[in-house]
T-cell receptor, first 112, second 115 residues
Framework: KNQVEQSPQSLIILEGKNCTLQ??????????LRWYKQDTGRGPVSLTI?????NTKSNGRYTATLDADTKQSSLHITASQLSDSASYIC???????????FGTGTRLTIIP | DTGVSQNPRHKITKRGQNVTFRCDPI?????LYWYRQTLGQGPEFLTY????????KSRLLSDRFSAERPKGSFSTLEIQRTEQGDSAMYLC?????????????FGDGTRLSIL
């Protein structure tokens, strides 16, 4: 069964600190992996998309990594800001299939 | 605002009633997706369209659910004889077709509450 697991479930850090969120997946055959940010009561917003051949991709203070051999990804947030408080969802796309498999997300809270 | 638009944002209805939601995708996107999201969970795929053709439906989409995209632009999702288990956020997303690595752009959803 195609699954995406994220850890931790929730995380609280001080403003200005860095953090790393983890994603493991079993989706096969793999097409691409996406990280989305979802604010409470809003739809998810795309942060990064990585294909099989990409190991890292950055979007401002967000840097995603992908190890397709171990089927793991991480999202690193640098110099966190209060506006980073949100759920971060890892999403994996299966090759030849439009259906995305979503993780349950990591709920990140930044405190001043 | 040229993003994905969903209406209404909130819907409260009694069990057994029918409800219909609307999604207006980004205008140049030919693919449109519907998802359902419950509290603390990631979105679950329901169905998707390429232009007006409904190409895939999840087994989550029971016979009480129907989606249409009659002219390949906006889409509607109807739930008949609603049940309390239908309470969720219904998200719509759109993307460029034919390019697998294009992001899906999500609307802010319709939150459905069944009394």
């Amino acid at each position: 069964k195609n699954q995406v697991e994220q850890s931790p479930q929730s995380l609280i850090i001080l403003e200005g600190k860095n953090c790393t969120l983890q994603c493991n997946y079993t989706v096969s055959p793999f097409s691409n992996l996406r990280w989305y940010k979802q604010d409470t009561g809003r739809g998810p917003v795309s942060l990064t998309i990585m294909t099989f051949s990409e190991n890292t991709k950055s979007n401002g203070r967000y840097t995603a990594t992908l190890d397709a051999d171990t089927k793991q990804s991480s999202l690193h947030i640098t110099a966190s800001q209060l506006s980073d408080s949100a759920s971060y969802i890892c999403v994996v796309s299966q090759f030849g299939n439009e259906k995305l498999t979503f993780g349950t997300g990591t709920r990140l809270t930044i405190i001043p | 605002d040229t993003g994905v638009s969903q209406n209404p944002r909130h819907k409260i209805t009694k069990r057994g009633q029918n409800v219909t939601f609307r999604c207006d995708p980004i205008s140049e996107h030919n693919r449109l997706y519907w998802y359902r999201q419950t509290l603390g969970q990631g979105p679950e795929f329901l169905t998707y369209f390429q232009n007006e053709a409904q190409l895939e439906k999840s087994r989550l989409l029971s016979d009480r659910f129907s989606a249409e995209r009659p002219k390949g632009s906006f889409s509607t999702l109807e739930i008949q004889r609603t049940e309390q288990g239908d309470s969720a956020m219904y998200l719509c997303a759109s993307s460029h077709g034919g390019q697998g690595n294009q992001p899906q752009h999500f609307g802010d959803g319709t939150r459905l509450s069944i009394l």
